[in-house]
């Protein structure tokens, strides 16, 4: 089965730097990932995708994330955070173990961005 | 559209209780789940749909019950509330059950078993 470990559980971070959350996952012959952001008392809305193709894979609020199979990993970029970027990040992988399609979360990242 | 919808938001229950948390969703998706989310955990499904008629277990399904009669409906059912059942609880639903696909969340329903 599919397991995702986010690297760090709090990023700290001041205004306007840059920022990137890792993310690393277990091997697999095919691997989708996804990006899921989780503004405070609200639902997970989704970030980014890659499914296949460009390993560089550009999302919503001007997040990118690199797709790398020999490092297994899957970081999280944006080179200037808002204020309004505060929020938790989560990582998922895909498993079709079983047949069916089925989201495989991280424990999450909490970004703190600071005036 | 509406999206994904739950009810209630919050909840209080006593242990040995039973509950019923609704789920659902307008747009005609064919995969439904359901997560409970754990601070330092992340989240972790409980059962999920892949159509009407079909459920089975995710990563922790005990204590729970679901069914799925109807394309837009998916509710989670508690039969007997425990305090380790305490959490925010996430209903999902994606066009495709075959393919790797997005996720559509609702709101969540935080729930606090005394």
């Known amino acids: 089965a599919q397991s995702v470990t986010q690297l760090d559980s709090q990023v700290p971070v001041f205004e306007e730097a840059p920022v990137e959350l890792r993310c690393n996952y277990s091997?697999?012959?095919?691997?989708?990932l996804f990006w899921y952001v989780q503004y405070p008392n609200q639902g997970l809305q989704l970030l980014l995708k890659?499914?296949?193709?460009?390993?560089l894979v550009k999302g919503i609020n001007g997040f990118e994330a690199e797709f790398n199979k020999s490092q297994t990993s899957f970081h999280l970029r944006k080179p200037s955070v808002h204020i309004s970027d505060t929020a938790e990040y989560f990582c998922?992988?895909?498993?079709?173990?079983?047949?069916?399609?089925?989201?495989?979360f991280g424990a999450g990242t909490r970004l703190a961005v600071h005036p | 559209n509406a999206g994904v919808t739950q009810t209630p938001k919050f909840q209080v229950l006593k242990t040995g209780q039973s509950m019923t948390l609704q789920c659902a969703q307008d747009?005609?998706?064919?995969?439904m789940s359901w997560y409970r989310q754990d601070p330092g955990m992340g989240l972790r499904l409980i059962h999920y749909?892949?159509?009407?008629?079909?459920?089975d277990q995710g990563e922790v399904p005990n204590g729970y019950n679901v069914s799925r009669s109807t394309t837009e409906d998916f509710p989670l059912r508690l039969l007997s509330a425990a305090p380790s059942q305490t959490s925010v609880y996430f209903c999902?639903?994606?066009?495709?059950?075959?393919?790797?696909?997005?996720?559509?969340f609702g709101p969540g329903t935080r729930l606090t078993v005394l």
């Open positions: 998922a992988v895909s498993d079709r173990g079983g047949g069916y399609n089925k989201l495989i």
């Open positions: 091997s697999s012959v095919s691997v989708y």
């Open positions: 999902a639903s994606a066009f495709s059950a075959d393919n790797p696909d997005t996720q559509y």
């Open positions: 749909s892949v159509g009407a008629g079909i459920t």
């Open positions: 890659y499914l296949s193709g460009s390993t």
């Open positions: 747009m005609n998706h064919e995969y």
